[in-house]
């Protein structure tokens, strides 16, 4: 009895320590994976490209990527992006909160692997996709049924796990 | 000379979130004031998912101003705030709402401070009796 409040000292220290060591992951994931995709309505983001819209996105398996100007992490996730594309994998982009001149400079800068850019100027897309960051990318089957999503850039060790995504949803 | 190249350019750097203005709604209160305050109300307990631990009520980031933008057009529209809150949790889950239901999975946290209370209360009867 007497180790007690000891006893209870070193569990609420081992409780922190962890926490602090290894912190929760916060990351809000989308209760949008088996679901169709919701249904949208995007303008052309660029000029020369078509905007997207949920018809859009059947009949091929392919990766929806949010993206944006202004988002630093984008350009780290662009070289992949094109290996991807490379690789044979379609690739339709949503430009969130951006401005047109802005996304043309971005895409002459990073490389354009996309087939449809839709503007999401009001995050409509992104909150109806139950996104909550940028990057993010979802990878749709032919049914137009969300199979996968990841949060945040697809850096080079990601490749394989994004590669396998789209080959279950093949 | 070039810190302060290197420290003005990280300082234009920082994401923004946006490169359009936000939306009139985002920041400017429905002419019904009863929709208003329940808009308000509803805002105060959506997260903001960009920023941790902030209501989209407080919060300065792009994608939270849409959020309250997407929250007052749905409640001039008619729609319940609470309708709006299901709407959210069925795509984010239900982190994003900072009021939760009590269910199984949320039955501790709510009935964790009336067992401290009670707890406190214990130990407190058990000392003040000892120095009697």
């Given at each position: ?6 006893a ?19 990351t ?71 401005a ?31 996104s ?19 949060v ?14 789209i080959?279950?949803?093949? | ?47 903001c ?11 300065d ?15 001039a ?41 009670l ?6 009867r ?7």
């Amino acid at each position: 009895m007497l180790w007690a409040p000891l006893a209870g000292f070193v569990l609420l220290a081992v409780l922190v320590a962890v926490g602090l060591l290894r912190p929760a992951d916060r990351t809000v994931l989308s209760r949008m994976v088996g679901r169709p995709v919701p249904a949208l309505v995007l303008a052309p983001a660029v000029a020369g490209k078509p905007g997207l819209s949920t018809a859009d996105l059947k009949g091929e398996v392919r990766l929806v990527n949010l993206f944006a100007s202004w988002c630093a992490p984008c350009i780290a996730e662009a070289p992949q992006l094109l290996a991807l594309k490379q690789a044979g994998v379609r690739i339709d982009g949503i430009a969130l909160r951006d401005a047109r001149a802005d996304v043309t400079r971005f895409l002459a800068d990073h490389g354009d692997p996309f087939d449809h850019i839709g503007d999401d100027p009001r995050s409509t897309a992104q909150l109806a996709l139950g996104s909550s960051g940028v990057p993010e990318s979802f990878v749709v089957d032919a049914a137009g049924v969300i199979r996968h999503q990841h949060v945040g850039p697809i850096m080079p060790q990601d490749m394989d796990a994004i590669l396998a995504a789209i080959e279950d949803a093949r | 000379m070039r810190r302060a190249a290197i420290l003005a350019a990280l300082m234009l750097a920082t994401p923004a979130g946006a490169r359009v203005p936000p939306p009139p709604l985002a920041n400017l209160p429905l002419p019904n004031a009863a929709q208003e305050a329940d808009a308000k109300a509803l805002m105060e307990t959506i997260r903001c998912l960009v920023c941790a631990g902030q209501s989209i009520a407080d919060s300065d980031a792009a994608m939270a101003a849409d959020m309250r933008a997407m929250v007052r057009a749905r409640i001039a529209a008619g729609e319940r705030p609470e309708a709006v809150r299901a709407w959210l949790v069925d795509r984010y889950g239900r982190e994003v709402s900072y009021d939760p239901p009590l269910s199984a999975g949320t039955a501790v946290l709510w009935a964790a401070p009336v067992l401290m209370i009670l707890a406190g209360v214990l130990i407190a009867r058990a000392s003040f009796r000892k120095r009697r």
